[in-house]
């Protein structure tokens, strides 16, 4: 088995629940886009930098998966360039959208993947663009 496939399986088994799964629709790009933010907060080189790692990462795992996170996060980035007030807009964000995932893996009654291996950080935006991919019948 690929290790992307191996991680997407892993990450899996503590998001079965509908609802968990709704709510990680919504809150993982969120949580994304306001890491980025908090990120060009500091400095915009910073999340550019965090970018590019990130997408080191997915490369290794998959060409096309890391094709989508490049659009993804450059779309992201595009969105911060013009933002007014980053920090504390991606601050907000990025609470609500934690406590949005801690109720999520509350209702399915298993902690966060992350807990056990914080590569599952950088593991769930590309999960969900699995599934986009498999919807529309992208190899990856």
């Known amino acids: 088995m690929r290790q992307i496939d191996t991680l997407f399986e892993r990450y899996g088994e503590s998001h ?16 994304t886009f306001s890491l980025l933010g908090l990120l060009w907060a500091a400095s915009p080189w910073l999340a550019l930098v965090f970018a590019v790692f ?11 998966i890391a ?3 490049l659009v993804l996060a450059g779309s992201m980035l595009l969105v911060l360039s013009v933002l007014p007030e980053v920090l ?11 406590i949005g995932q801690f109720i999520g893996h509350k209702v399915e009654g298993k902690k ?3 807990f056990d291996d914080l590569k599952f950080l950088l593991v ?17």
């Open 112 to 114: 966060p993947s992350f």
């Open 124 to 140: 769930g935006p590309a999960w969900l663009l699995g599934f986009v991919y498999r919807r529309l019948q992208i190899r990856y």
């Open 88 to 98: 504390y807009t991606s601050l907000a964000i990025f609470v609500l959208a934690w």
């Open 54 to 64: 990130s997408l080191g990462f997915y490369l290794r795992l998959s060409v096309p």
């Open 16 to 31: 079965q629940n509908p609802f968990n799964k709704r709510v990680h629709w919504v809150c993982v790009p969120l949580i």
């Open 67 to 69: 094709l989508g996170m």
